[in-house]
């Protein structure tokens, strides 16, 4: 073997490193965490009832309700809701029927377990009271 030679093996032994690095990046598949202790409900239980009191301190929740503006409701929850956690929110009035004629969603509750929390309103313009489900899960 000549001494010419010596560099020309280094940068094919570095050629064929990096291409076996990015063939396994490549090959492996996303790595997801799998929550399924019951602490990590009890947070997500947390985070959907510390969302709906921050919505209605200023009595916005109600407002958004009475006016049926489903979109910009749905747009504060994504806001406040961190990433990661997808939900389903429903309105129900005082008999217990649905008010929201719109899906009010972000993302799609398929997972092993969903909180859901209900939070009782009382609307203060109209003086109604609504029965709201939201439901919670993290995305896989």
């Avoid at 301190?57 to 809701?81: F, H, K, M, P, Y």
């Amino acid at each position: 073997m000549r001494r010419g030679n010596s560099g020309q093996i280094r940068v094919l032994e570095a050629f064929l490193a990096t291409a076996v690095v990015f063939s396994a990046l490549l090959l492996t598949g996303p790595i997801y965490i799998v929550l399924e202790n019951n602490g990590d409900q009890e947070v997500l239980y947390s985070i959907g009832v510390n969302v709906l009191m921050e919505l209605d301190r200023d009595g916005e929740l109600g407002r958004l309700i009475a006016q049926s503006n489903w979109t910009v409701l749905s747009e504060r929850l994504s806001c406040l809701l961190p990433l990661g956690v997808s939900y389903n929110l429903t309105v129900y009035n005082e008999n217990m029927q649905v008010v929201n004629n719109a899906l009010v969603s972000g993302g799609s509750l398929v997972a092993n377990k969903v909180v859901s929390v209900q939070y009782i309103l009382a609307e203060r313009t109209n003086f109604q009271f609504y029965v709201i489900r939201l439901q919670l899960a993290w995305m896989k």
